[in-house]
């Protein structure tokens, strides 16, 4: 990614409710703040969903990721609504099912297992942003 | 008498991302529903409203719905206004940290001690409103375990 180049966003959806909701959310943290902090972006979905003109400018016209915790993928949806060209999506919920021996408790507080879950969306994220950042895909 | 549905209260959490208040409206809105006020409240998925979330969309139709916002932004009540209804109460993170004097809260993904506090505040904050919107007295008991008295 040249310097020039935005940011790549990144929106996870904000589950209140269940632990894979927490997940996504600690996802997109681990992805934005320790795996890919030079390519990545967080951007809030309740920005999304109320129409922030300034939130909405960051996922315009370009590609984005969403993370999210369950099929209703609120994260996914926020992004088309507001203009993205291409949204990856990244879902838990199929995470969860590549790594069995997981479960992932907690909502405030992730258990050790919901942070490994975590982890590992964190993993499947970063290769797509690679993917998009070597597409020069994002504009 | 028909066997009527308990009135609840519903809280909406900005859950903001970006900022570390909207990490204490999640900590604040999971306090209340799991410890301080379990029977009386609900959260609602602020997402959903947009995603299309028929049920909690009909919830903050007939049911009255605390916001609670990380800004001045007030992504939750404004979004819950503009797809369902005005919220009978509204919270922001940032105004009661100014009137209790709080100053670094730490960060989005981790609050440090300072926001901790925060967040009991504001969970005691909704609880007044949930009260009050319930029209109950005011309980001792249940408020912020752990910080009363003996």
Do not use: Q, W
Request: glycine content about 10%.
């Amino acid at each position: 990614m040249n310097g020039t180049r935005c940011k790549i966003p990144v929106v996870p959806c904000s589950g209140i409710g269940k632990s894979l909701g927490a997940a996504a959310r600690e996802a997109a943290f681990v992805l934005a703040e320790d795996l890919r902090p030079d390519k990545t972006k967080i951007v809030a979905l309740s920005l999304l969903v109320l129409g922030d003109d300034e939130a909405r400018r960051e996922v315009a016209g370009g590609e984005a990721v969403a993370i999210d915790g369950c099929k209703l993928e609120c994260a996914a949806k926020g992004l088309a609504c507001s203009g993205a060209s291409s949204v990856h999506k990244v879902a838990v919920f199929d995470v969860v099912r590549r790594h069995r021996g997981l479960k992932p408790e907690g909502v405030c507080d992730l258990n050790e297992d919901g942070l490994r879950l975590a982890r590992a969306t964190a993993d499947e994220a970063a290769k797509i942003v690679d993917e998009i950042d070597a597409e020069g895909g994002h504009a | 008498m028909p066997n009527l549905p308990r009135k609840k209260v519903g809280l909406i959490a900005c859950s903001g991302e970006e900022l570390p208040e909207g990490t204490v409206t999640r900590r604040a809105v999971r306090k209340v529903l799991e410890t301080l006020r379990p029977d009386d409240t609900v959260t609602l998925c602020l997402p959903l409203f947009l995603a299309g979330g028929e049920g909690e969309r009909a919830f903050a139709r007939y049911y009255p719905t605390i916001a609670v916002d990380g800004c001045d932004k007030r992504c939750a009540a404004l979004a819950t206004e503009k797809y369902s209804a005005t919220p009978a109460a509204s919270i922001v993170v940032t105004e009661i940290a100014k009137e209790s004097g709080c100053g670094a809260i730490g960060t989005a993904r981790r609050l440090d001690e300072s926001g901790m506090r925060l967040a009991e505040t504001v969970a005691e904050k909704i609880v007044e409103e949930t009260d009050r919107l319930l029209k109950k007295k005011p309980r001792a008991a249940g408020r912020a375990a752990g910080r009363e008295k003996p």
